[in-house]
């Protein structure tokens, strides 16, 4: 019976390992929009940032970005990154590729060699919005991605279900979409983090708002606004096709004008002349 109990506990524990993936309870979750400046903290407890080193990991390749509070340069984010005076990391303009988890380390003691202080790992996750079409007009259909990036051990799904994650789209008035909304199509795909946007534009969506957002246990998280703008290009070509004729009949009248001229003899463009 014991031995039965032992393995029941056992399972639990296998299995709250698997839904939590392996974040640790005191780790901590950034959600971030792609574009946006942010802040990782690394509980700074020394009075300088000498001895900190900073370090990424995703897909389980780890890279070093700041050496004994000094920024590495062989890093393709070494210049969107600087360390803070509190020993935090700061990323600008952050990019889908910078998800993952990030660790800070410090080490203490007089001589900074005695003891090395992990401080809990940072996961960020980073959403990004994009669009299936690069000209955009009315009567054409557009399919918007939103992708949440993140690294968390174990499926999307499995994430979601255990941290309470939810990923949807908002229109211009609040109003959450779903799959009974005629003019889109919400749809999740399995294993992935993402919800796809379908919409056929109407005249009016000219600078029309469609929000994407992450929620956990019901707080918002972060989002990205992407404004429907129609293409300069679409513009350009249908003031082309109304204009072409206008153009060719106007050039028309005036060649026949100047054949007309042409056609007089001097005395009469001369009396003409005094006439007008």
């Not at 005191?26 to 792609?34: E, K, R």
């Not at 001895?51 to 389980?60: C, G, I, L, M, V």
């Not at 005629?182 to 000219?206: F, K, M």
């Not at 204009?243 to 003409?272: D, F, W, Y």
């Amino acid at each position: 019976m014991a031995d039965t109990c032992h393995l029941f506990l056992l399972g639990l524990v296998i299995l709250s390992a698997l839904l939590t993936g392996f974040s640790g309870e005191d780790d901590a979750h950034v959600f971030i929009s792609s574009g946006e400046n942010v802040r990782l903290s690394c509980n700074n407890a020394l009075h300088d940032c000498k001895s900190t080193t900073w370090n990424y990991n995703k897909d389980s390749t780890t890279v070093e970005l700041i050496d004994d509070g000094i920024k590495k340069k062989d890093t393709e984010s070494h210049e969107r990154l600087s360390l803070g005076s509190d020993c935090s990391l700061n990323i600008n303009n952050i990019s889908k590729e910078d998800y993952g988890f990030y660790i800070c380390q410090q080490r203490t003691g007089v001589n900074k060699d005695q003891q090395l202080r992990t401080a809990p790992r940072v996961y960020l996750h980073v959403l990004h919005v994009s669009s299936s079409q690069t000209e955009i007009s009315a009567g054409r259909s557009v399919t918007l991605f939103c992708l949440l990036y993140s690294f968390a051990g174990v499926s999307c799904d499995d994430w979601i279900r255990s941290e309470g994650i939810e990923l949807f789209w908002v229109n211009q008035a609040g109003v959450k979409l779903t799959r009974s909304d005629s003019r889109c199509q919400a749809l999740s795909s399995p294993g992935h983090c993402i919800i796809t946007l379908t919409i056929t534009l109407l005249n009016e969506d000219h600078n029309r708002e469609w929000r994407c957002e992450v929620t956990q246990r019901d707080q918002v998280k972060t989002s990205v606004t992407y404004t429907v703008k129609s293409s300069v290009i679409v513009i350009i070509v249908e003031f082309a096709v109304f204009a072409a004729p206008t153009v060719i009949l106007l050039q028309i009248i005036c060649a026949r004008r100047a054949g007309r001229k042409n056609s007089q003899h001097p005395e009469e463009i001369e009396m003409n002349t005094i006439l007008e």
